[in-house]
């Protein structure tokens, strides 16, 4: 049993954070709200999502699992305005979600969630130091190394304690620090990692700007970048594995 | 052959590329390169692979698109090329060549027929590489830092004896002898664009309640690469009578049957010519620079073709998967 009613915006953004990895992924759909979790067929990103009932203007569940694709949804959500309600209710008999938007419907036939790539492990992973950051610095950042490189690298300098962005391309190279003035908090701790930009980028995509972003970063591992939506009711944790270093 | 005839015998499985665990493959070399040659690479403009002396190097290419589905998916390729024929006896020698005027026969009824399967495998079977693609292939794979090893005779059954030694998780091959050399799990298509079928031994040798002695008898009965099977016997028949009197020679004794130099081909694959002399670093660091520089501008391959496996390779080379944190 499921039967929701959510803001277009929430519904949007929700998609938009798992869209950037998959183009279909499981949803659970437990007693206290929704799970998404899903990795790239590379195995290179991976996104884990919540958004609680809390996060919904109504919300009834008994911990089912759909199968969705993500971009038919997703041109579905956008046929609404935003401040509109859309109104979800599972069809158990035919595996079908009915979707309302004010007086339109629409029929969605489901995935079999079977036939979903199998949802990944969280890597348990103990990294060195945390920043936490505007997403507009973080769309700053990825911009200017887009102009240059494929690929960027991310690190803290623990003992000028200060957050650094490294992007060297073929001629041209881009540099940014953030020192803790600059940034919301920081927890230094010597790290840096190469990451390509290509899935940077679209990770950004789904960053709001004005969101508080936390970074987790360590030396040649994996950054996890942790940012809440819906007004602090749903959470985004992205997993980002990381480039060997050449040099 | 009994090809088709070991594929229903053979436990199989589809099992997508992202399914599969990482190790090594000890891939046949000489069969995963004539997929490139005689399906893949032979529909597109000759021109772009061949050289201004004439020299086909549509190897080459056939590498450089072929190793990023290795790579991608965490499989470490280790290249095993044939040595020269197995040691045979002159009667030996003449029925191989018998064999071999067969498959040519058959290649052309394929080819009639437009059996493009069967054609690429019957090719593989009765061409041998050039020297010029012998050699190109060996040096391509030395800057893209890909091992190879030299088989003393068949490179399928060296491909088998070093997964059977655990050097190597699979035997890439399109092959179903795999089986018979004794190769514990064996990968097939994986130079189609499709997800890899899964061989395994085991599960073939439980589901059919058979050694892998009596398989091997089976396949002889059949009719196998080095010999001629019994007139009628498919592999039901073959299954059949091998478990009902125990082996190959019984069944000869009791069902008044024969197969010409049966000992000396069961011989060929229980003991197979391989070597232990042999060792490989999967470690890679390719200099995709040279390899480039070495395709495109000494052997004038359109750089168009290869950029993009280039490309993939060097990114599956660089960038790490979140496995290795889970």
Sequence with gaps: ?247 | MGNADLRDLAHLETVPFDELDPGVVAVDAHNWLYRYLTTTVRWTNDDIYTTSDGDEVANLVGIVQGLPKFLEHDLNPVMVFDGGPSELKADEIADRREQREKYESQLEDAREAGDAVEVARLESATQRLTPVIQETSRELLELLDIPFVEAPAEGEAQCAHIAKRGDAEYVGTEDYDALLFGAPTTLRQLTSKGDPERMTLDETLAALDLSLEQLVDVAILCGTDFNEGVHGYGPKTALKKVKAHGDLWAVFEQEDVYVENADLVRELFRNPNVTDEYSFDVDLDPDIEAARAYVVDEWEVDESEVERGFERIEDALTQTGLDRWT
């Design chain 1, 1 to 247: 049993m499921f039967k929701a009613i959510v803001s277009a915006e929430t519904l949007k953004t929700t998609l938009d954070s798992v869209s950037v990895l998959v183009d279909e992924c499981k949803v659970h759909l437990d007693e206290d709200g929704i799970e998404i979790r899903a990795v790239d067929p590379a195995n290179v990103g991976m996104v884990d999502l919540r958004l609680s009932a809390e996060a919904f203007e109504s919300y009834e569940a008994d911990g089912g699992v759909i199968g969705v694709n993500l971009s038919r949804l997703e041109d579905i959500a956008g046929m609404a305005d935003s401040g509109q309600l859309v109104e979800l209710e599972l069809d158990e008999e035919t595996r079908k979600l009915h979707i309302q938007i004010d007086g339109l419907e629409y029929t969605l036939a489901l995935i079999d969630p079977d036939s979903i790539r199998q949802e990944p492990d969280i890597p348990d992973l103990d990294l060195s130091a945390e920043v936490v950051i505007e997403g507009k610095d973080i769309n700053r950042a990825v911009k200017a190394s887009d102009m240059v490189s494929d690929h960027i690298a991310l690190g803290v300098d623990a003992s000028d304690e200060l957050f650094y962005v490294d992007a060297e391309g073929d001629t041209d190279d881009v540099h940014l620090e953030l020192t803790t003035e600059q940034l919301i908090d920081l927890q230094a701790g010597d790290a840096r990692s190469l990451f390509s930009l290509d899935y940077l980028k679209d990770m950004n995509k789904a960053i709001p700007a004005d969101a508080e972003v936390t970074l987790e970063l360590g030396e040649e591992f994996p950054l996890k970048i942790k940012f809440p939506i819906a007004e602090g009711q749903g959470s985004v944790l992205f997993v980002l594995a990381p480039r060997i270093q050449s040099d």
